[in-house]
């Protein structure tokens, strides 16, 4: 019988009816844990671009849809007798719990304020207490569990920072530039004559650079997101720009091009000193 009020309960029986055996969806019946992942990944870009975008009607949409990514996994480890929904939401809960002890347990380190690096602190040492846990102390790394799935730029954050934690890290911003800029040196030394050596320096200067958004307290993702962004913005300026002379992008000399950039740079400027 179809729940009247709308919940999580009404979506769990959803999704049962969807993937009921006989009456159910064909296309929802053949997924697998597998199967599904790359929907997963699209949702939370999809919920990513809807914040960025301070779209909160769609956000409220894709969030909807990001929840029923929970519900489809939930309902195939039950169907498979591994987990289900409740047994996920318990194991969250306990583990919110347990790696909050100043807001949960130890209330005179909450009246202390913790400062945020503090927090983090505490947070990396349950999660190496977790890991520790669950493998060999004498084959357990400190990058284990990182996700090999994770977009590149992520994935170097967290290795960063993992290594951070126990100490293997610069000091101070300025260290990670002259490593930056250590590394600009080296894809020069072979930036004409040695393509394999170059794709390895220029992986290296990445990696550099993450680094600094990392100390910095930035987000690569984000502010290479934001940095596309920008630069699309810009880009359809230069087209307008073309197309206004009468003439293709093709049929431009680049220093023409490079002109109406700079002209779509200068209207940016003026507009941000006019607001």
């Keep these: 019988m179809l729940l009247e009020t709308p919940s999580i309960e009404k979506l769990r029986w959803i999704m049962s009816q969807l993937r009921d055996p006989i009456t159910g969806c064909p296309w929802d019946i053949k997924q697998t844990f597998s199967s599904i992942v790359p929907y997963t990944l699209e949702e939370a870009y999809e919920v990513a671009d809807a914040i960025e975008q301070n779209d909160f009607t769609e956000l409220e949409k894709e969030l909807g849809d990001l ?33 909050h002890p100043h807001v949960f347990v130890n209330h005179e380190s909450n009246q202390l304020r913790l400062t945020d690096d503090e927090i983090k602190k505490n947070w990396e040492n349950e999660k190496a207490k977790e890991r520790s846990d669950k493998h060999e102390q004498n084959t357990l790394s400190i990058l284990a569990d990182v996700p090999k799935n994770l977009p590149a730029l992520s994935q170097a954050a967290k290795i960063q920072k ?33 393509p394999e050596a170059l794709a390895e320096e220029l992986g290296d200067l990445l990696f550099a650079v993450v680094n600094l958004c990392r100390h910095a307290k930035e987000d690569p993702e984000a502010l290479l997101r934001a940095a596309n962004k920008k630069f699309t913005k810009r880009f359809h300026g230069v087209e307008a720009l073309a197309k206004q002379a009468n003439k293709t992008m093709q049929a431009h000399e680049l220093s023409e091009l490079e002109g109406y950039w700079q002209q779509v740079k200068n209207l940016e400027k003026n507009e941000q000193e006019s607001t």
């Design 67 to 99: 929840l029923f990514q929970v519900i489809f996994y939930s309902q195939l480890g039950q169907e498979e007798k591994k987990f289900d929904f409740d047994s996920v939401v318990a194991a969250i809960c306990e583990k919110l719990i347990r790696r």
């Design 162 to 194: 993992r290594c951070s934690h126990v100490g293997f890290d610069w000091h101070h911003k300025v260290d990670v530039l002259d490593k930056i800029k250590e590394e600009v040196l080296e894809v020069e030394e072979v930036l004409e004559d040695n």
